[in-house]
T-cell receptor, first 111, second 114 residues
Framework: GENVEQHPSTLSVQEGDSAVIKCTYS??????FPWYKQELGKRPQLIID?????GEKKDQRIAVTLNKTAKHFSLHITETQPEDSAVYFC??????????FGPGTRLSVLP | EAEVAQSPRYKITEKSQAVAFWCDPI?????LYWYRQILGQGPELLVQ????????DSQLPKDRFSAERLKGVDSTLKIQPAELGDSAMYLC????????????FGEGSWLTVV
C-alpha cells in the first residue's frame, strides 16, 4: 500500500521568512495530494491540493509543487506569520481511493 | 458552510467499557471515513464507506471495533471493550466521491480510556 513520509518533523522560522515541508510517497499510481493544517485541538483543514497532471499550484502565500518522477511534493509558505504556526499534514491518494497521511510537521513562526 | 458533525466531542471511559461515536457527513457526500489520530501523529484510516458499503476496513481492529452506515448517511463507530491504547482523537471525514475529491474533517471525538 501507499506510504507517505514527511520532513522535517519540526520547523522553526522567523516571521517573514519562508517555510518548506517535503513529502515523499511510494505508490506511483497516486494522483491527488492535499495539504492540511491542524491547530491544537482542532480538525485538520485543507489549505491547498494538487493533482498529478499539474506541477505547481499557488494560492496567495502558499504553493505546492509536485515531482511525479521523484514521487515527492512540497509545501511552500512565504512571508510566514505567527498564525501560520500549526501542524501540517500532507496526504496522498492512490488507486485504492484511501488517503494516506504523513506524520506531520510542527511549524513554529517566531515573532 | 456545511460541516461534518461529530459527537460526543469528549468522552472519558473506563477500560473494558463500551463507547460509541456518531458522525453525520456533509449532505450529499457518498464517501465517509473514520480516522484515528494519536497525539503527535497523522490520521490513520480505520474504515471507509461508499454509501452504505464498506470499501476498506483493513486497519480496523475487528475484535473490538465495529462501524456501520446503515442508510448510507450517518455512521457510528463502536469500541467494545475499550483499552488504554485506544485513547486518541477519532476523526470522521467525508467527500463527494472517491475520484479525486477533497475530504473534509469533523471536529473529532476525543477519547480517554482510564
Amino acid at each position: 500500500g501507499e506510504n507517505v513520509e514527511q520532513h522535517p518533523s519540526t520547523l522553526s522560522v522567523q516571521e517573514g521568512d519562508s517555510a518548506v515541508i517535503k513529502c515523499t510517497y511510494s505508490d506511483s499510481a497516486s494522483n491527488y495530494f492535499p495539504w492540511y493544517k491542524q491547530e491544537l485541538g482542532k480538525r485538520p483543514q485543507l489549505i491547498i491540493d494538487i493533482r498529478s497532471n499539474v506541477g505547481e499550484k499557488k494560492d496567495q502565500r502558499i504553493a505546492v509543487t509536485l515531482n511525479k518522477t521523484a514521487k515527492h511534493f512540497s509545501l511552500h509558505i512565504t512571508e510566514t506569520q505567527p498564525e501560520d504556526s500549526a501542524v501540517y499534514f500532507c496526504a496522498a491518494r492512490g488507486l485504492g481511493q484511501n488517503f494516506v497521511f504523513g506524520p506531520g510537521t510542527r511549524l513554529s513562526v517566531l515573532p | 458552510e456545511a460541516e461534518v458533525a461529530q459527537s460526543p466531542r469528549y468522552k472519558i471511559t473506563e477500560k473494558s467499557q463500551a463507547v460509541a461515536f456518531w458522525c453525520d457527513p456533509i449532505s450529499g457526500h457518498a464517501t465517509l471515513y473514520w480516522y484515528r489520530q494519536i497525539l503527535g501523529q497523522g490520521p490513520e484510516l480505520l474504515v471507509q464507506f461508499q454509501d452504505e458499503s464498506v470499501v476498506d476496513d483493513s486497519q480496523l481492529p475487528k475484535d473490538r471495533f465495529s462501524a456501520e452506515r446503515l442508510k448510507g448517511v450517518d455512521s457510528t463507530l463502536k469500541i467494545q471493550p475499550a483499552e488504554l491504547g485506544d485513547s486518541a482523537m477519532y476523526l470522521c471525514a467525508s467527500s463527494l466521491g472517491t475520484a479525486g475529491n477533497t475530504i473534509y474533517f469533523g471536529e473529532g471525538s476525543w477519547l480517554t480510556v482510564v
